[in-house]
């Protein structure tokens, strides 16, 4: 064989790698507008009809909202190498709901406790390493997502355990809740995509802007005055104040979960609601909202 043979072939052509895929831009609105509504049509529809027929059922979706977001929860962590006890929070959580829903809040002070140490009884199986990160992780979930989410149960009590329908304390305290917190949200995204220039956290959440803040305070002020007035038969006042404590609420709740996200280094909980990402992702200004509004409408409105 010729000795030039080697030097003179023609070396192999390199075969480009694939690019990668391209991600899509949704512009300022961060998210797939079509598909978030539809997804918000369909969680609306079976909220309202659950309401409307017979409000027991909506527990149903409370409960299942808790391990969904226990779950999301526990999987974020794991990035940090938290490992959150899901069975133990999961069933304590479900517990806590359904005995805020018939037995009120105190017998849910007691299930929380109860909750909270049957955890940390389970993290004793694991041995001592991690124990104090992973314990107090637990807990910090417990009050977050069920206890918190537990406030929607006693919010759905007043009236009673049965019956459905406008004509029901508990359903239009439920109704004025959930419309006031969407309202939060649709007039800070609208006012923020027209108007943001100015930014509120831009360490925490950039797309979040003092314009937006703006946007969602009107929106509340209104809608909850109009809610109050028309669905709830209470004082002009009182719906002044739960649009303030809405659009606080909501914003902190928004935030809070933001810087949560970001320590954790995830963008999305998850991706079961599409255009939505996690649960979590929505659950965050109606987590925040519901305890004090709750306390609003029990002794302003309800009592």
């Not at 690019?19 to 918000?40: N, T």
């Not at 220039?197 to 003092?210: D, E, L």
């Not at 209104?222 to 004082?235: I, K, Q």
Request: glycine share 12%; aromatic share 8%; proline share 5%.
């Amino acid at each position: 064989m010729d000795d030039n043979s080697m030097t003179d072939a023609t070396p192999p052509a390199e075969v480009p790698s694939p690019a990668p895929p391209a991600v899509k831009d949704h512009g300022r609105a961060g998210r797939d507008l079509k598909a978030a509504v539809a997804s918000a049509v369909v969680l609306l529809s079976a909220i309202g009809a659950s309401l409307y027929f017979w409000k027991p059922a909506f527990m149903l979706i409370v409960a299942a909202a808790v391990v969904v977001a226990v779950w999301e929860l526990r999987k974020g962590m794991l990035a940090k190498g938290i490992d959150l006890p899901e069975q133990p929070l999961m069933i304590g959580g479900v517990v806590m709901v359904v005995v805020a829903f018939v037995s009120g809040a105190e017998a849910l002070v007691t299930a929380t406790a109860v909750t909270a140490l049957v955890v940390m009884l389970w993290l004793l199986r694991r041995g001592i390493d991690g124990y104090v990160k992973n314990a107090t992780a637990s807990v910090f979930t417990l009050i977050y997502l069920p206890f918190l989410g537990s406030f929607v149960a006693l919010m759905l009590a007043e009236g009673g355990l049965n019956g459905g329908g406008l004509d029901d304390d508990g359903v239009a305290g439920i109704i004025t809740f959930i419309v006031v917190t969407i309202a939060s949200d649709i007039g800070g995204y609208v006012a923020g995509v027209l108007f943001g220039k100015h930014p509120m956290a831009p360490v925490i959440s950039p797309k979040k802007s003092w314009e937006g803040f703006a946007g969602s305070l009107l929106a509340c002020l209104g809608v909850g005055w109009a809610l109050v007035v028309y669905l709830l038969d209470g004082e002009w006042w009182v719906g002044l104040c739960l649009g303030l404590i809405a659009v606080v609420m909501a914003t902190l709740g928004d935030l809070c979960e933001s810087v949560i996200k970001r320590d954790l280094g995830i963008k999305d909980m998850s991706q079961v609601i599409p255009g939505h990402g996690g649960l979590m992702d929505r659950l965050d200004s109606l987590l925040a909202t519901i305890a004090p509004i709750w306390l609003l409408l029990h002794y302003a409105v309800f009592s």
